[in-house]
T-cell receptor, first 112, second 117 residues
Framework: AQTVTQSQPEMSVQEAETVTLSCTYD???????LFWYKQPPSRQMILVIR??????QNATENRFSVNFQKAAKSFSLKISDSQLGDAAMYFC?????????FGAGTRLTVKP | DAMVIQNPRYQVTQFGKPVTLSCSQT?????MYWYQQKSSQAPKLLFH???????NEADTPDNFQSRRPNTSFCFLDIRSPGLGDAAMYLC????????????????FGPGTRLTVL
């Protein structure tokens, strides 16, 4: 079974600084998708960024970028120029359609 | 705007009293999911519908059932809620189509918080 591991239960970053959230996963498949979802206190899960395993290029979405290392099965999220609104729970997820598995989450605090 | 809607947002039920949670979507996605999320935990997949095909997770209790009468709607039925079933229930949808694009991405509703008294 596929497992997703987020080794950092909590992280803290100063406003305007950069923070990296770690994620590793275990799979024997070669074709899959990886995601980072954000869950603020309102509890709505919001898609942050998506990566297709067959693409070597790392995905970017404005201030959010990933470092995807397929051989190492690593998928970290970098948040640049952190803002107060980035404070939330961040979940890494592995998807082999239609099945999605989430990591335990990392709670990100942004200090003004 | 195309979206995933869950009703009600908050549901209170009594121990053992059946309850139904509702999810609807305007995205015309063919896959719909139900997750259970307890406080400070990751969402746990209960089951999903792939078109009309129901797929139950092996560890989902029999107390949980689901119905999908059409593409747009999906219901979660809890036949005899226990105190341990108090949680946030999240509905999500995705489009599984051949080729690339947004395949695999799940879009979530705002959730229904269930309280069991």
């Amino acid at each position: 079974a596929q497992t997703v591991t987020q080794s950092q239960p909590e992280m803290s970053v100063q406003e305007a600084e950069t923070v990296t959230l770690s994620c590793t996963y275990d799979t024997s498949e070669s074709d899959y998708y990886l995601f980072w979802y954000k869950q603020p206190p309102s509890r709505q899960m919001i898609l942050v960024i998506r990566q297709e395993a067959y693409k070597q290029q790392n995905a970017t979405e404005n201030r959010f970028s990933v470092n995807f290392q397929k051989a190492a099965k690593s998928f970290s999220l970098k948040i640049s120029d952190s803002q107060l609104g980035d404070a939330a729970m961040y979940f890494c997820a592995y998807c082999r359609v239609p099945d999605m598995r989430f990591g335990a989450g990392t709670r990100l605090t942004v200090k003004p | 705007d195309a979206m995933v809607i869950q009703n009600p947002r908050y549901q209170v039920t009594q121990f053992g009293k059946p309850v139904t949670l509702s999810c609807s979507q305007t995205l015309n996605h063919n896959v719909m999911y139900w997750y259970q999320q307890k406080s400070s935990q990751a969402p746990k997949l209960l089951f999903h519908y792939y078109d009309k095909d129901f797929n139950n997770e092996a560890d989902t209790p029999d107390n949980f059932q689901s119905r999908r009468p059409n593409t747009s709607f999906c219901f979660l039925d809890i036949r005899s809620p226990g105190l341990g079933d108090a949680a946030m229930y999240l509905c999500a949808t995705s489009r599984d189509a051949r080729g690339r694009g947004l395949q695999g991405t799940q879009y979530f509703g705002p959730g229904t918080r269930l309280t069991v008294l």
